[in-house]
């Protein structure tokens, strides 16, 4: 059956929709790891219109204040509330410098019904003039720091409300890399784009990334910005970043929310600095909230700079739930790292009940292959890390790539196979390079690649030898076994050995600890996108599980739409 290779290439992509709205509907069971306030306030609330006055007093929806500006300026306490108007855009970037406590955040959210209110870190171009080359259109307005050491793309917003990326080229005088629609470039302050016609009434607007950030954390010096919640307000365009929590990352920092938002078209296509979310809290909590077309990474908790003097890093319950990550360049989802430092400490992570989903990608441009979720330790200590109930889609590259640490439970989850654009080795659905333990049970694992040189690996391990705390009850199959395509590798004393799906009797005869209660590999059975990859009543993945227990989870474990797991439990995100 050729359930994911001719599926994925004509169906998938085109049913996203459909699945992205069972997402968000999932009710807590209440939290016994860390401390998550509901977005209810106990202080004062503070309006923020396009529409306001910074005269106004900006405490009622009636008097609303205009800037964010003029916000920037003043000072709030714990409890208080910053509530923007649904379907505004504001142009600046908002600089956070109070803190919350424990018992009162700082919220950040909106008010009014509509679409979210959105912060841009982008201007407008919306008046071309014709140049000599044919083809080739001039900015009216200048822009300024367009292209820094890290660098940035413009973004077209078409007239249906899409936005695609622009492709930038090296300026020359007679524009001779102009030839394609979307590329662009830039001198003296003026853009220079390629389009087939006037730029004002082929797009909605062409947006220039202006600012580094959408919103930023202005830290004090030796401490940081704590107990604060985002909800509701979405980031886009920003140069290097939607959200950056701010420099040092000291020891201390705790307590940042992110609720029911979108983070998207930020930074460049692999850009080194292109982040959604740039955080390094404790008790951090990202909950149904909308990823896509972060340059690098989705959220970025990486511990890369050097400690202040004195001063030890330890990050703690990191909650990530309910949200859906698309189209990425580097990481499309979570990328954590503690190196290159070390003595810093990130553990208790939770990532579960999310989808991350690569299909859209094209594979047009250099940068686009993307690890769907990423980790790694370095000299620094990552420990107990949990990845369950969520689903993968054609990842770009790994679909879970896990580099040193200690502690990873992966359970349950749907790995479903690679982009059918790519071009290069995924290596593996799932990479295990130096990790020290890990537990893997009940996931399906799915090989869709077509039939070509490209090697991938189910579970692949290398560079040192894995031990596997449980591995068991998983359900694997190969569009086309054979031997470039293993449903594993595993290292030992320096080899890798080797099994395709067509090798699983030997497979348990020379590993008798693992995958004995596994069914044999076989295609999945699951419903289409649009039903959200259930299992069918005859699917080997019913009732193939093994219920997992005994473990401190934030909440009851439960499958990807936050049903209760079956008694013994289906193999996959997806209940019967």
Same mark, same amino acid.
């Given at each position: 059956?050729?359930?994911?290779?001719?599926?994925?290439?004509?169906?998938?992509?085109?049913?996203?929709?459909?699945?992205?709205?069972?997402?968000?509907?999932?009710?807590?069971?209440?939290?016994?790891?860390?401390?998550?306030?509901?977005?209810?306030?106990?202080?004062?609330?503070?309006?923020?219109?396009?529409?306001?006055?910074?005269?106004?007093?900006?405490?009622?929806?009636?008097?609303?204040?205009?800037?964010?500006?003029?916000?920037?300026?003043?000072?709030?306490?714990?409890?208080?509330?910053?509530?923007?108007?649904?379907?505004?855009?504001?142009?600046?970037?908002?600089?956070?410098?109070?803190?919350?406590?424990?018992?009162?955040?700082?919220?950040?959210?909106?008010?009014?019904?509509?679409?979210?209110?959105?912060?841009?870190?982008?201007?407008?171009?919306?008046?071309?003039?014709?140049?000599?080359?044919?083809?080739?259109?001039?900015? $009216?307005?200048?822009?300024? +720091?367009? /292209? !820094?050491?890290? *660098?940035?793309?413009?973004? @077209?917003?078409?007239?249906? #409300?899409?936005?695609?990326?622009?492709?930038?080229?090296?300026?020359?005088?007679?524009?001779?890399?102009?030839?394609?629609?979307?590329?662009?470039?830039?001198?003296?302050?003026?853009?220079?784009?390629?389009?087939?016609?006037?730029?004002?009434?082929?797009?909605?607007?062409?947006?220039?990334?202006?600012?580094?950030?959408?919103?930023?954390?202005?830290?004090? $010096?030796?401490?940081?910005? +704590?107990? /604060? !919640?985002?909800? *509701?307000?979405?980031?886009? @365009?920003?140069?290097?970043? #939607?959200?950056?929590?701010?420099?040092?990352?000291?020891?201390?920092?705790?307590?940042?929310?992110?609720?029911?938002?979108?983070?998207?078209?930020?930074?460049?296509?692999?850009?080194?600095?292109?982040?959604?979310?740039?955080?390094?809290?404790?008790?951090?909590?990202?909950?149904?909230?909308?990823?896509?077309?972060?340059?690098?990474?989705?959220?970025?908790?990486?511990?890369?700079?050097?400690?202040?003097?004195?001063?030890?890093?330890?990050?703690?319950?990191?909650?990530?739930?309910?949200?859906?990550?698309?189209?990425?360049?580097?990481?499309?989802?979570?990328?954590?790292?503690?190196?290159?430092?070390?003595?810093?400490?990130?553990?208790?992570?939770?990532?579960?009940?999310?989808?991350?989903?690569?299909?859209?990608?094209?594979?047009?441009?250099?940068?686009?292959?993307?690890?769907?979720?990423?980790?790694?330790?370095?000299?620094?200590?990552?420990?107990?890390?949990?990845?369950?109930?969520?689903?993968?889609?054609?990842?770009?590259?790994?679909?879970?790539?896990?580099?040193?640490?200690?502690?990873?439970?992966?359970?349950?989850?749907?790995?479903?196979?690679?982009?059918?654009?790519?071009?290069?080795?995924?290596?593996?659905?799932?990479?295990?390079?130096?990790?020290?333990?890990?537990?893997?049970?009940?996931?399906?694992?799915?090989?869709?690649?077509?039939?070509?040189?490209?090697?991938?690996?189910?579970?692949?391990?290398?560079?040192?030898?894995?031990?596997?705390?449980?591995?068991?009850?998983?359900?694997?199959?190969?569009?086309?076994?054979?031997?470039?395509?293993?449903?594993?590798?595993?290292?030992?004393?320096?080899?890798?050995?080797?099994?395709?799906?067509?090798?699983?009797?030997?497979?348990?005869?020379?590993?008798?600890?693992?995958?004995?209660?596994?069914?044999?590999?076989?295609?999945?059975?699951?419903?289409?996108?649009?039903?959200?990859?259930?299992?069918?009543?005859?699917?080997?993945?019913?009732?193939?599980?093994?219920?997992?227990?005994?473990?401190?989870?934030?909440?009851?474990?439960?499958?990807?739409?936050?049903?209760?797991?079956?008694?013994?439990?289906?193999?996959?995100?997806?209940?019967?």
């Amino acid at each position: 059956m050729k359930f994911l290779g001719l599926f994925y290439l004509s169906i998938l992509w085109l049913c996203i929709s459909n699945l992205s709205c069972t997402l968000g509907s999932h009710d807590s069971m209440g939290y016994e790891i860390g401390e998550f306030p509901s977005s209810s306030y106990t202080g004062n609330a503070f309006y923020i219109s396009n529409e306001g006055d910074d005269l106004n007093d900006g405490r009622s929806a009636d008097s609303p204040w205009r800037t964010i500006d003029h916000i920037n300026d003043q000072s709030f306490s714990p409890g208080d509330a910053l509530l923007f108007r649904a379907g505004d855009i504001f142009r600046e970037t908002l600089r956070v410098k109070n803190s919350g406590n424990a018992s009162n955040y700082i919220h950040y959210s909106r008010y009014g019904s509509g679409e979210n209110p959105r912060i841009l870190g982008s201007d407008q171009a919306l008046t071309w003039t014709a140049t000599e080359q044919s083809g080739v259109w001039q900015s $009216q307005k200048t822009f300024e +720091n367009i /292209i !820094e050491y890290y *660098g940035s793309e413009i973004f @077209f917003e078409e007239l249906d #409300g899409s936005i695609s990326w622009g492709e930038s080229q090296e300026y020359d005088s007679g524009f001779s890399r102009l030839n394609q629609e979307y590329s662009w470039t830039w001198n003296d302050d003026r853009v220079y784009i390629y389009s087939p016609e006037n730029p004002s009434s082929r797009y909605s607007s062409v947006e220039i990334p202006q600012r580094s950030a959408c919103i930023q954390l202005e830290n004090p $010096q030796g401490s940081s910005i +704590n107990y /604060i !919640e985002f909800n *509701g307000i979405d980031m886009y @365009f920003g140069k290097n970043k #939607g959200f950056f929590a701010g420099y040092p990352a000291e020891q201390g920092a705790t307590g940042q929310i992110f609720r029911n938002l979108t983070v998207a078209y930020i930074g460049e296509k692999g850009g080194n600095n292109s982040y959604g979310l740039a955080v390094w809290h404790s008790d951090l909590l990202v909950e149904n909230c909308s990823f896509s077309d972060c340059g690098r990474r989705a959220i970025s908790m990486n511990l890369y700079l050097d400690r202040p003097s004195g001063s030890k890093r330890h990050i703690q319950n990191v909650v990530i739930r309910d949200n859906q990550f698309r189209r990425g360049y580097h990481t499309t989802s979570l990328d954590l790292s503690c190196q290159p430092t070390s003595g810093d400490i990130i553990e208790n992570v939770y990532f579960y009940r999310n989808l991350v989903d690569d299909s859209e990608v094209q594979m047009t441009g250099k940068d686009e292959t993307s690890n769907q979720i990423f980790f790694q330790q370095g000299d620094s200590t990552l420990d107990n890390i949990y990845i369950y109930s969520n689903v993968f889609v054609q990842a770009t590259a790994r679909n879970i790539l896990l580099e040193e640490g200690d502690r990873y439970y992966i359970w349950n989850n749907s790995i479903l196979g690679h982009n059918p654009h790519i071009t290069t080795n995924p290596w593996g659905n799932l990479g295990l390079g130096n990790a020290a333990r890990v537990d893997i049970r009940n996931n399906i694992f799915y090989d869709s690649l077509q039939n070509n040189s490209l090697e991938n690996n189910a579970v692949l391990g290398y560079n040192s030898d894995t031990q596997y705390m449980e591995r068991d009850y998983n359900l694997y199959y190969s569009f086309y076994p054979k031997l470039d395509r293993n449903f594993t590798a595993i290292y030992s004393a320096g080899v890798n050995s080797y099994y395709t799906t067509e090798d699983w009797q030997e497979f348990l005869e020379d590993f008798p600890t693992m995958e004995q209660h596994s069914p044999a590999p076989e295609e999945p059975g699951l419903e289409s996108y649009t039903q959200g990859f259930r299992p069918k009543q005859d699917s080997a993945a019913r009732e193939a599980g093994v219920l997992i227990s005994g473990f401190d989870l934030p909440e009851a474990m439960t499958d990807f739409y936050g049903n209760a797991m079956n008694t013994p439990p289906d193999i996959g995100a997806v209940q019967f």
